[in-house]
């Protein structure tokens, strides 16, 4: 129970450019230029994106591009090689911050986290989180202020860079209504496409799209989901649970094609091994291997199959992804590959066979 006057918000934390930011802070000199973190820092090398900063952005550069391609739109650009303990470190300063100011913190993954706040002004206790996080790690972020997860994650657009922004049922379909669907967080573009064929083009017409309809559509959970996002509607509870990994898995991408599909098996047994470790380093089992491929030049297949019992063993799981390559094209080219363990969940300790 809250004192009087306050009430329960929801508050969506996420730093501005963060893994770009965190690379100035150790370089200076790079303010204001366009960075690229990505792969090995090496644009002449297959890898892609992890990161630009607002001035790289601004050349269309973005995550998940080929950093060849960032380097064709930027050939001045700064490429920097991803360094994921760095990053780890000073994103656990930022979730201690946020921790230290009383609210319930849902972490989403290095740089940006849910809050759950009972207060009476929102926005201060905003500019309380922005000030807390620039004190102890000199980041900028976005606040979104919402009544619930979803409108909180999609204020959070409209207040970057470093600003706040409150979307709730009272400005949903004033702020939300005339745009398209995948403007909605869990919309992408395919499901847009498959709405704008069925004539539901914006926001609005997805929450006035009949329950019925959708569900016979989409499926009997998809499509009331679909509708009730629609309407801005969602969960207002915030855990400060952890999140718990499915799988771990490892990946390679060839600095150029492979079409020898022994090379290929090799490699995936190289790769389950990793993956093996990973997963016995969570107390866990696997349960399931996945193996991925994607051929030259960009066409990504995928094939999994569950194991017999769970497992650690490192030759039952690299002989079954090895085993998956069966159910590939020998005959084409491959860029990357992939392996994935599916685990047992950690309240599930079975004895490794």
Same mark, same amino acid.
């Given at each position: 129970?809250?004192?009087?006057?306050?009430?329960?918000?929801?508050?969506?934390?996420?730093?501005?450019?963060?893994?770009?930011?965190?690379?100035?802070?150790?370089?200076?000199?790079?303010?204001?230029?366009?960075?690229?973190?990505?792969?090995?820092?090496?644009?002449?090398?297959?890898?892609?994106?992890?990161?630009?900063?607002?001035?790289?952005?601004?050349?269309?550069?973005?995550?998940?591009?080929?950093?060849?391609?960032?380097?064709?739109?930027?050939?001045?650009?700064?490429?920097?090689?991803?360094?994921?303990?760095?990053?780890?470190?000073?994103?656990?300063?930022?979730?201690?911050?946020?921790?230290?100011?009383?609210?319930?913190?849902?972490?989403?993954?290095?740089?940006?986290?849910?809050?759950?706040?009972?207060?009476?002004?929102?926005?201060?206790?905003?500019?309380?989180?922005?000030?807390?996080?620039?004190?102890?790690?000199?980041?900028?972020?976005?606040?979104?202020?919402?009544?619930?997860?979803?409108?909180?994650?999609?204020?959070?657009?409209?207040?970057?860079?470093?600003?706040?922004?409150?979307?709730?049922?009272?400005?949903?379909?004033?702020?939300?209504?005339?745009?398209?669907?995948?403007?909605?967080?869990?919309?992408?573009?395919?499901?847009?496409?498959? =709405?704008? +064929?069925?004539?539901?083009?914006? %926001? @609005?017409?997805?929450? &006035? $799209?009949? #329950?019925?309809?959708?569900?016979?559509?989409?499926?009997?959970?998809?499509?009331?989901?679909?509708?009730?996002?629609?309407?801005?509607?969602?969960?207002?509870?915030?855990?400060?649970?952890?999140?718990?990994?499915?799988?771990?898995?490892?990946?390679?991408?060839?600095?150029?094609?492979?079409?020898?599909?022994?090379?290929?098996?090799?490699?995936?047994?190289? =790769?389950? +091994?990793?993956?093996?470790?990973? %997963? @016995?380093?969570?107390? &866990? $089992?696997? #349960?399931?291997?996945?193996?991925?491929?994607?051929?030259?030049?960009?066409?990504?297949?995928?094939?999994?199959?569950?194991?017999?019992?769970?497992?650690?063993?490192?030759?039952?799981?690299?002989?079954?992804?090895?085993?998956?390559?069966?159910?590939?094209?020998?005959?084409?080219?491959?860029?990357?590959?992939?392996?994935?363990?599916?685990?047992?969940?950690?309240?599930?300790?079975?004895?490794?066979?």
């Amino acid at each position: 129970m809250g004192t009087p006057g306050t009430a329960h918000w929801v508050l969506h934390v996420d730093l501005d450019q963060f893994i770009a930011a965190v690379e100035v802070l150790r370089n200076p000199e790079l303010a204001g230029r366009p960075v690229v973190v990505g792969g090995r820092g090496d644009p002449t090398e297959r890898g892609v994106v992890s990161t630009a900063s607002y001035e790289a952005r601004a050349h269309g550069v973005g995550s998940g591009m080929p950093l060849r391609v960032a380097a064709r739109k930027i050939p001045d650009a700064i490429f920097l090689p991803v360094d994921a303990d760095t990053y780890n470190e000073v994103s656990q300063v930022v979730m201690d911050t946020l921790r230290g100011l009383g609210a319930v913190v849902d972490v989403l993954g290095w740089d940006e986290a849910f809050l759950g706040v009972e207060t009476g002004d929102p926005e201060a206790f905003a500019r309380r989180a922005q000030f807390a996080v620039l004190e102890t790690t000199g980041l900028h972020c976005s606040v979104g202020i919402g009544d619930n997860i979803l409108r909180a994650k999609i204020a959070t657009s409209f207040g970057k860079p470093a600003g706040m922004f409150r979307l709730t049922r009272d400005n949903w379909f004033e702020v939300m209504g005339d745009r398209s669907p995948d403007s909605l967080w869990g919309i992408g573009s395919r499901t847009a496409k498959k =709405l704008d +064929a069925i004539g539901i083009r914006t %926001v @609005r017409d997805l929450a &006035r $799209a009949p #329950v019925d309809e959708m569900a016979s559509r989409f499926g009997p959970k998809t499509g009331p989901w679909l509708v009730g996002l629609g309407a801005g509607a969602a969960t207002t509870e915030v855990s400060a649970e952890p999140w718990v990994a499915r799988s771990r898995s490892r990946e390679t991408t060839f600095q150029h094609n492979v079409g020898d599909w022994t090379e290929i098996a090799d490699c995936v047994r190289r =790769l389950a +091994a990793r993956a093996v470790d990973d %997963v @016995r380093g969570e107390g &866990r $089992a696997g #349960v399931r291997v996945g193996l991925k491929i994607r051929y030259a030049p960009f066409v990504t297949h995928t094939a999994s199959v569950a194991l017999a019992a769970p497992s650690t063993d490192v030759g039952v799981v690299t002989d079954t992804a090895v085993g998956l390559l069966d159910r590939f094209d020998h005959d084409r080219e491959v860029r990357l590959v992939g392996v994935r363990v599916e685990m047992t969940p950690p309240a599930d300790r079975q004895r490794p066979h």
